[in-house]
Structures are given as structure tokens and as C-alpha cells.
């Protein structure tokens, strides 16, 4: 476990699994005491980087709110109850439901610690996988799912997404997107912060388009404002002005695309001045963004949070994936590259490249993507009577309440449920619905490796961690509890529960038989990677395309036919725009805190103490107008729900829009974290819209959410 012991003080080294950056770490203990936690200078990918998040392992460690053996409800009270009983009752309340009602009548959440815990990953499904409904759910589309689909549409596979090759990239056009709290987002991406500035030293740029000036625009060689969810717009004039100056240039990816003609001729029409009359940049900037981006050497466009969280986030990250193509970035030193990771998951057995539209929903006939459907539809299918009701839920490390539109009708549906099950380390918002409550082993109890981020790495690099601490006495590991709850689920369907190998088994095969493995020249195991704990770098991204699509055409496909219909339907939208008239409404955005991690950080004291970070953000312009100044509250109301909120007046926001930080609102009755209560702040999901999605995907639009603001 340690990989130096002196004078009863042990040093181990481990990356941190709270976030997509996977920094390394040197974590110093002595007995059961954590002494320190510092970034890994060692370690090859991060650097020695760290940003606040990190020390929150300690709390959640040494948390007394945290659960450390499993409870159930008896008499509306939390009880502590034995492993047997706790398994026992989860699977004979979910079994009942099932029996009586069907598979149908059980919904499953799975919330983004699933990506971040390894055990998670590889043994989930031996249990869920048993219930067999098509009602799963999960934190990917209120995230990135527009991004998954065009990955599933264009290259042949969901998780196949081109990552920014930042370290050697000369023009770097961001959307939507603030790494310098996120540390990045499908782009794993530690110590971005020096990352951006060796750009700029080689004589790169770094643009930011985006509502708000974040961290990252604070860094930029330039800024621009844009009016929320009119990003499609802006790339689409951007494509447009480079094709009109006759600029594109495919290169040797031109005999391997299909559709591009199809995709270009969908989008024409948007220029420089119908994009500027919605997006608020001015067309002369439109195009020297244009001309410049085709004219770089080595330039590449990303988007996230902000692109993908939008009514047409679908069409953005469309829409950059052919800015990258036509202009010779796509597969492309400097450009957008996929990764090689270690284990690649994309060949591993039984791994499901995607699916669109193959079943509908219950309520709204809303198409299955992925497989699964989007979160917004949960509280619908759960409220609304008729065969096929969800009747019972399972709730996998996620928090719904706090993370999905409308936040307030979930909470509702979830107490009118017959039964709920949460495998959660906290009475939280959604899980004090539970009737029962079954914790795992925190993190640093735990070995872990990354299967997910490193497939969105900005170098490939390969890092077991081994765990830290000893596994507190009665705790199971994730993968153990889904074991157990497989073994006794089965026996309830009168089948054995399939054949199940602990992670490190999976880990080591997936090693040696991947691209690093037992026939190449780097002999990756997993013995080799525990001789190195601080982590190995494998170099930088590389051109792979065509033999890394997993399409089998092996071609890159231009124009989804899902994709060029709803492009059209836009354009005519955007060509009979007239200009916006003054309008009481606000638009509403969100935004990140780097001391921040969704809902899941906020009890621990060191991360949310300080001045006050759940405000609403506000222009000097627009709080002028509705009588505000810094300090008063503020009444915020949507089409589903009203917050008082404290104000923060800012010229880092364009006017016309306000922003609310996500993650906050723990101030409901039975929520079990006392950090977290007393700076409980308000949810900005209590605001957005679950009928306000993108338009391809069904994706949350939490990003461009109409709400009038007046004095509270």
C-alpha cells in the first residue's frame, strides 16, 4: 500500500478520482491519519498540479455525516441495519415491483461518480443489468450526450471523441467551456493553466467565445460575449465564411468522409451577418475568427458544458467537428486526435458503440439514445398513471434532485415512489427518499484505475493507484456490493448470477492485451504499473484515422441524417429572425467553481467556507434597470420555479443574462450533511426547464433558460 515507510510516516502515491483531470498526488499518513496531500511532481502527466478539490479526500475520508454501514427506513426513521438485511430488503422491494408490475415499472439513475470509481465501472451492470428496463437514466444528458452521439454518428462510437491536442496546437478556439476550474472536460487535461501559457509562448492563441468572462477568458488573447444558446449559429457563419473564401482544405481525410457536401449545403445561408443578429459577435469578427482559424497552421475549436447544455447542443458539436474537418485539424497533429489508451474500451468484449431511436418513452414517445433516456423525462414517467409507471427507482452515486431540470417535480415523484434504493456514501437530497441506503469504501479506501478519462486524455498515460488507507471495518467495495446484490437477485429470477472477475483481474488482461501490452515493445501490466506508481507516460496523441474509426465503412460520416434535418429546420429559423425586441426575461446560465465538484463536495468545510459562491450574477446595465445592487436579494422566477438568491453585480457577464452556480440547494428536510446544510446556497436546477432540451438528443438545456429577475 505504501510506497515509502520512515519513522512510523507513510508516503503513497495515487491519482486524485474527483474530477476528469486525474492528477497525481503524494498523500503522507501517519497510522490512520492523513498528514498531507500535494501534487505529484513525478508524476508525467500532471505535473506536480493540484487545485483544492484534492484536500476534499481527506474530508470525505474523516466525514462523521458519511455512511459507514447501511440504513434502512423503519417508522420514517434511519436505522442502521446488518449487510444480509440491507441486501435483502433492496432486492425483495425491487423484486416485488418487478413481479407485480414489470421490469418497465423500475427506473435506474447512475450519476457521474460511476465514471469516476472503477468498481463502478466494471461490475454495475452484473446486477443492474438483471433488472432488464429500459428506463435507465443518468447524469451523461444533463453533460455531454450531444457529444457521445456525434462520436456515435460520425467515427462509429460513442466514446470515440477527438480531444485537443493543446500541448502543440497554435490557435485554440474554445466555446462554452472554462478548464481552468473545470481542469477540463472530455479533454483530461492537468495543469492546464501552464499548458495555456506554453501556447501562448510559441506564439499561439487561445479565443474564448462565451456569456460569461470565466477563469480560462481571463487567460485568453481574447474574449468575445455571445448571447446563450446561439453557439450552432456562430459556427455554422464560421464554416460558411471559410468555405466562401474558398479556405477549406481536407487533406488526406477527404477520400475517407462521406456527406460533407450534404452537411455544408445544409447550413448554407447562415453568414457572417444573419449569425452576428442572433450571437451578438459582429459579423467583421465572425469573420477574422474565420480567416483566422483557416489560415493557422495548427488550430483546433472545442466545446463543452456551455455547447453541449443548450437547445441546440446537438448541432454545436456538429457543427466543430466539421470546423475541425474542413480545415485540415481533424486527426491532425496540433488539431482534434483521438487517444490510444491503455485499456481501450472501445474493442473491449461486450461494449456497445451506441444506439439511437431503437425504443420511445412511455409519456413524450422521446427516442432511447445510447441506451437510455434523457434524466428531464424521469419525474414524467414516474408521475404520470398508466401501464409502464416507474414505481421504484434505483439510484446509483447520483443526486438527481440537485443535478437535473426541475428539481423541485423529481423530488415530488421520488417521495411517491413504492420503493427506492440508493447505493450512495450520504443521506443526500435524493437519497433521504431511499428505503434503504447501501454505502461502499470512500475513495481513498479503495485501489482505482481510470478506465474512462484516460480514452479523453490529452496525452496517453497509464496510472494504478493503489488504495491508501485500510478499508474502514463492515465497508464493501463497490464492485463486492453489486456481487452481492447479483448473487441474491438472481436467486430471487431463479438463475445464477453470471461469472464476475475483481477489477484488478480485468484491469491486468485488459493491460497485456492492449496496445502497450505483452506483444508491443512497452510490456504494460498491471505489475508494471504498481513498480510505477506515480504513473507512465505512453506520448502524445497521434493521426490514426482511418483505422481507429470504428464504423465499418471505416468512414467518417459528414452528414446524420437526424443532424442535417434538424440543421434545417434551424437555418429557417435563424434566415426568418428578426431582431430580438427589449424583453423583461433574463437568460440563464450556470457555472463552475474550481473549489466545486457538482453536488457531491459541498460538506466539506475547507471547499465551501469563504464568501459566499451561490449568487446571482448579474450585468451592472440590467441590475440598474430592476433597482439591484450588490448585496440585495433577488426574486428569480422560470416557467417552473422562483429563488431568492443574493446578487453580485459584474461586468464578467454580458448583459441580458444572469448566472447561477449548480450543485447547491441542500436545505430540504432529512439531508444528513451538516457542512453542506449550513451553506446550503440555492439549486439553480429548482429553475431550469425539464421541457427546455436540445432538440437531437433531449439533452438538458440548463444553459439559455428564460427567467424574469425582480428585487426579492
Request: aromatic share 6%; charged share 20%.
Amino acid at each position: 500500500m505504501s510506497e515509502l515507510q520512515t519513522q512510523g510516516t507513510a508516503v503513497h502515491r495515487r491519482a486524485c478520482h474527483l474530477c476528469e483531470a486525474i492528477c497525481g498526488l503524494v498523500i503522507e499518513t501517519r497510522g490512520a491519519e492523513i498528514v498531507s496531500i500535494r501534487g505529484d511532481e513525478q508524476d508525467p502527466f500532471s505535473r506536480g498540479h493540484i487545485c483544492p478539490k484534492a484536500l476534499g479526500l481527506k474530508d470525505i475520508h474523516e466525514d462523521p455525516d458519511r455512511l459507514r454501514k447501511p440504513v434502512k427506513k423503519v417508522d420514517g426513521q434511519w436505522v442502521e441495519t446488518s449487510w444480509e438485511d440491507a441486501i435483502e430488503t433492496a432486492c425483495e422491494g425491487l423484486f416485488q415491483v418487478q413481479k407485480t408490475h414489470g421490469s418497465q415499472a423500475i427506473g435506474v439513475y447512475q450519476g457521474n461518480p460511476n465514471v469516476h470509481n472503477w468498481g463502478l465501472m466494471t461490475h454495475a451492470a452484473n446486477f443492474l443489468g438483471l433488472i432488464k428496463t429500459k428506463n435507465r437514466f443518468s447524469a451523461t444528458s444533463v453533460d455531454q450526450l450531444p457529444l457521445q452521439l456525434m462520436g456515435y454518428w460520425m467515427y462509429g462510437h460513442q466514446l470515440l471523441i477527438p480531444i485537443p491536442d493543446i500541448d502543440h496546437t497554435d490557435y485554440f478556439l474554445m466555446l462554452g467551456a472554462n478548464p481552468i476550474a473545470s481542469n477540463g472536460s472530455l479533454m483530461t487535461v492537468p495543469d492546464v493553466a501552464k499548458r495555456i501559457k506554453a501556447l501562448q509562448a510559441r506564439g499561439g492563441k487561445l479565443i474564448v467565445i462565451d456569456p460569461r468572462r470565466t477563469e480560462t477568458a481571463d487567460v485568453a488573447d481574447h474574449h468575445h460575449f455571445i448571447q446563450p444558446g446561439t453557439d450552432a449559429a456562430f459556427l455554422f457563419a464560421l464554416i460558411n465564411t471559410i468555405v466562401e473564401a474558398k479556405a477549406t482544405r481536407l487533406g488526406r481525410l477527404e477520400e475517407f468522409t462521406q456527406g460533407l457536401q450534404e452537411a455544408l449545403d445544409s447550413i448554407a445561408g447562415i453568414t457572417a451577418e444573419v449569425a452576428s443578429k442572433v450571437c451578438g459577435i459582429s459579423a467583421d469578427q465572425i469573420r477574422a475568427i474565420a480567416l483566422d482559424f483557416a489560415r493557422a497552421e495548427k488550430a483546433v475549436c472545442y466545446g463543452r458544458m456551455g455547447t453541449c447544455t443548450q437547445r441546440h447542443g446537438t448541432l454545436c458539436q456538429w457543427a466543430m467537428q466539421l470546423l475541425n474537418l474542413i480545415t485540415g485539424n481533424l486527426d491532425s497533429v496540433g488539431g482534434a486526435l483521438v487517444t490510444q489508451p491503455a485499456v481501450d474500451l472501445l474493442n473491449a468484449p461486450g461494449n456497445k458503440p451506441g444506439s439511437y431511436g431503437r425504443w420511445a418513452s412511455r409519456v413524450g414517445q422521446k427516442s432511447e439514445v445510447l441506451g437510455e433516456f434523457p434524466s428531464s423525462l424521469m419525474a414524467e414517467e414516474i408521475l404520470t398513471e398508466g401501464e409502464g409507471k416507474i414505481q421504484a427507482m434505483v439510484t446509483v452515486a447520483g443526486n438527481p434532485v440537485l443535478s437535473t431540470p426541475n428539481g423541485q417535480k423529481l423530488d415530488q415523484a421520488l417521495e411517491s415512489l413504492k420503493f427506492m434504493v440508493s447505493i450512495d456514501l450520504y443521506i443526500n437530497e435524493t437519497s433521504r427518499h431511499a428505503d434503504v441506503i447501501l454505502p461502499t469504501s470512500g475513495p481513498l479506501e479503495h485501489d482505482h484505475y481510470d478506465l474512462i478519462f484516460n480514452i479523453f486524455g490529452v496525452r496517453n498515460q497509464a496510472k494504478y493507484s493503489a488504495a491508501t488507507m485500510p478499508r474502514q471495518e463492515g465497508l464493501l467495495h463497490d464492485w463486492e456490493l453489486f456481487n452481492k446484490l447479483a448473487a441474491c437477485y438472481s436467486a430471487k429470477l431463479g438463475t445464477a448470477p453470471k461469472p464476475s472477475f475483481p477489477p484488478q483481474m480485468v484491469l491486468d488482461m485488459g493491460l497485456q492485451m492492449g496496445p502497450y501490452g505483452a506483444q508491443s515493445t512497452v510490456g504494460l501490466s498491471l505489475e508494471k504499473l504498481k513498480a510505477h506508481p506515480e504513473g507512465i507516460d505512453l506520448g502524445p496523441l497521434k493521426p490514426s484515422f482511418p483505422a481507429r474509426l470504428m464504423n465499418e465503412s471505416k468512414i467518417i460520416q459528414a452528414a446524420p441524417e437526424v443532424v442535417v434535418t434538424a440543421a434545417k429546420a434551424y437555418v429557417a429559423e435563424l434566415l426568418q429572425a428578426v431582431p430580438p425586441m427589449p424583453s423583461p426575461t433574463l437568460s440563464l446560465i450556470g457555472r463552475r467553481h474550481v473549489r466545486s465538484n457538482n453536488s457531491w463536495m459541498h460538506n466539506s468545510l475547507r471547499l465551501v467556507k469563504g464568501k459566499n459562491r451561490c449568487t446571482l450574477w448579474i450585468h451592472p446595465a440590467d441590475a440598474q434597470a430592476l433597482g439591484l445592487k450588490e448585496g440585495d436579494s433577488a426574486q428569480v422566477q422560470s416557467r417552473v420555479g422562483r429563488l431568492t438568491v443574493p446578487v453580485e453585480v459584474t461586468d464578467g457577464i454580458m448583459p441580458g443574462v444572469v448566472s447561477l452556480p449548480h450543485g447547491w440547494g441542500h436545505a430540504r428536510a432529512g439531508v444528513k450533511q451538516r457542512v453542506a446544510v449550513e451553506h446550503a446556497g440555492v439549486s439553480a436546477n429548482d429553475l431550469t426547464d425539464d421541457l427546455y432540451v436540445d432538440v437531437v438528443s433531449g439533452n438538458a438545456a440548463v444553459n439559455g433558460v428564460s427567467v424574469t429577475v425582480s428585487k426579492g
